[in-house]
T-cell receptor, first 113, second 114 residues
């Protein structure tokens, strides 16, 4: 069965600093990978996705993620964080056979002024 | 604008009562999903439906029931058999593709059992 691990429960960065959120997945076949963001009390918004091709994918709000098959990772990055980026971030992997999306436990991002 | 509407946004229930959460989408999506979210546990799949009149159990289906009588609607009933129903519930929908389904989420419903 597929699984996703987000090792960092909570990350704090200063506004303007760079950001990297870690994601490791376990899946037998070529993974379909996603990053979603959730503001408090709201639903999830898709930031970006990887299906195939270029391993560096660009998303909305200036985010990017890099797929590394050898490390089973799909880390999310942003060069300069804004206060509005404070939210919870979820990595997810889609199972083609089960047609299900499996989520990690999330990383809460705090941005200091 | 197309989207997913969940109602009510907040719901309070007494122990032993069933409650139904509504999820309606006007995206013309084939598949619909219900997830439960608890702090520190991410999202866990309750039920999903790939097509009208058909649905499958997810990882934590016990104590929940669903129906899919219309393409646009996928209501979730939290029954009295659910031991710990207080949580944030998210509905999602997606188109079926040959690759991965890309899910669109509603704003969620927060259920509190008193």
């Amino acid at each position: 069965a597929q699984s996703v691990t987000q090792p960092d429960i909570h990350i704090t960065v200063s506004e303007g600093a760079s950001l990297e959120l870690r994601c490791n997945y376990s899946y037998g076949a070529t993974p379909y990978l996603f990053w979603y963001v959730q503001s408090p009390g709201q639903g999830l918004q898709l930031l970006l996705k990887y299906f195939s091709g270029d391993t560096l994918v660009q998303g909305i709000k200036g985010f990017e993620a890099e797929f590394k098959r050898s490390q089973s990772s799909f880390n999310l990055r942003k060069p300069s964080v804004h206060w509005s980026d404070a939210a919870e971030y979820f990595c997810a992997v889609f199972s083609g056979s089960a047609r299900q999306l499996t989520f990690g436990s999330g990383t809460q991002l705090t941005v200091l002024p | 604008d197309g989207g997913i509407t969940q109602s009510p946004k907040y719901l309070f229930r007494k122990e032993g009562q069933n409650v139904t959460l509504s999820c309606e989408q006007n995206l013309n999506h084939d598949a619909m999903y219900w997830y439960r979210q608890d702090p520190g546990q991410g999202l866990r799949l309750i039920y999903y439906s790939q097509i009208v009149n058909d649905f499958q159990k997810g990882d934590i289906a016990e104590g929940y029931s669903v129906s899919r009588e219309k393409k646009e609607s996928f209501p979730l009933t939290v029954t009295s058999a659910q031991k710990n129903p207080t949580a944030f519930y998210l509905c999602a929908s997606s188109t079926k593709t040959s690759g991965a389904n890309v899910l669109t989420f509603g704003a969620g419903s927060r259920l509190t059992v008193l």
